[in-house]
């Protein structure tokens, strides 16, 4: 079993929410990414999501776009994203990495390399934002390289889309919770609730609910009805600020705790 | 590509593929709209009221048809084959760009969408949606990247004076990408009621078509002409091409017709050796920008890198992915001009021919005079003048050092 089934498969035994943090890779600084990620961990991540930086990130809100120019000017790209993944493996054999990320930098490199170098350094899936399932044959040398190829789902996707996404998921999928760029703020609990509940019984996969998550109230409340919970951009937020890699691992271990309590209460009170 | 086209008006096919090229590149949360869109828009394409209207506004509010001119005192000067002028510099608001921006503006109106947005780099776009959107009542928001804003003052007035909202943009190298990038972020976040105006023949499906569909009167119209006023199709088409919609527009009706030479004038701004150009079919690589794949330039890391050409319309780092296939397929041929060629060119035409062309239509121009002077003076080379150099003037001024 991979790494994603194997986390999921766990956490539905444990009665357990997944927590899913975003973080964009060389960002606060290109020296702490992988730190950060371990600090994630350690404070409750299920899985990490790993952004690609790229120049033109066009489905991302203003906190994403601007941690994408400061990671690239600091020379982080496709290349230095799989060297701290590789890293990352070499002290957790167990977090599933999903890479996220647009196609462009993906497609220069070469699919097939690409997919080839990403399993080898020990990603399990990649998410590629300008990539819909109506052009996912693109993608066809990440599926053969074993990486799963997470999708997304939106408010507004039609119901034969909804079916054909459930349908190819692979790892999880993605519920986009409302319309609009990564980091606004247009939550509206019981749309969602409603919708994730339509496609949880459809999907093969876990459903995983993201954008507009911001802190252990809104993830808590997603708890109550999604597998898991994806964070980003309040917490690249977070670590934008940070003084040095020492000070982001706190402050991404600071941001993280409280939502992991929050989902955890929640699931402890069910058993109970 | 080695591909043997029967017939290029089969193009894209229902999933807006150019053969390799096209597609819907986009978030998950722009599939619906785009749908939407679709859907609108390839039933208004055959409907017959649907038409009549929009003929109606080409002809009283643009000023179609535009001539055919014969620049005799340019071939002349230049002594080889006859250079001959499609006239879109005479359209209202002074481009071809109005073309589609009427027609996608009715769109809009049948679709019930009041809100329109749309992207600028140079402003021309921007002025012709602010003027279909007074003309048709719509409310009208132009994203422009900040480097723009201050580079195009007199077109950011221009569509203020119309009642746009114009809201500068200021991530990445904020210029006409970022723009776009950040007009497509206001779609994905307002879809319900906003129509998002894009100003070529790029982005996802079915932008490409349509902007194609609605520019393509050019050549529709030149093919007539041609036939009127000299009794045969030209020999050879040359248009500039930025992200391509005046090319398109030019190209498409001709491109059943093999014996026509079709050229396509990219800005190779200081030089293709300098890398400070714009030149995506000539020095680009296949990727995906924007919603479609085609042509685009970037590093070898996948990152979209800054553009530069004297002529902002052309300054963009992707290319319309229709382009990119007739690239492919052989059927047309793209060049480079420089910028230093395309002022040549400019200051040629003004003296011999009293015509001051934008700087974007003075690449093809150029193109165009070094084609003639190859061929024999029976050959007639057909230019699209797709628009006039009022706007440039302040930017020729102080490349040649004058203060006005």
Redesign the interface.
Known sequence: MNRIDARFAALRAAGRTGLIPFVTAGDPSADATVAIMHALVDAGADLVELGVPFSDPMADGPVIQHANERALARGVGLARVLAYVREFRARDATTPVVLMGYLNPIEIHGSGRFADEAKDAGADGVLLVDCPIEEIQTTAPLAAAGLARVLLAAPTTAPARLAAICAAAEGFLYYVSFAGITGADRLSMDDVRARVAGIKRSAKTPVAVGFGVRDAASAAAIGTFADAVVIGSALVDRLAASKDAADACRRAGEFLAPIRAALDARAESHVA | MDMKVEDYFAYPDP?GRFGDYG???????L???L?ELRAAYFALRRDPAFLAELDSDLRHYVGRPSPIYHAERLSKKIGGAQILLKREDLNHTGAHKINNTVGQALVARHMGKRRVIAETGAGQHGVATATVCARFGLECVVYMGAVDIERQKINVYRMKLLGADVVPVT??SRTL??A??EA??DW??N?AGTFYIIGTVAGPHPYPQMVRDFNSVVGREARVQMQEQFGRLPDALVACVGGGSNAIGLFHAFLNDRDVAIFGAEAAGEGIATGRHAASLVAG???????NRTY?L?D?????TETHSVSAGLDYPGVGPEHAFLKDTGRAQYVGVTDDEALAAFHELARTEGILAALESSHAVAHAMKLARTLPSDRLVLVNLSGRGDKDVHTIAAREGIDL
């Open positions: 999933h597609g819907s590149y986009v978030a998950e949360t599939m619906a709209p749908e991530s990445g990408k970022d776009l990038n497509l972020r994905v976040t879809v690589r296949p990727g995906v920008l924007h919603g685009v970037c070898d890391d996948g990152q979209i």
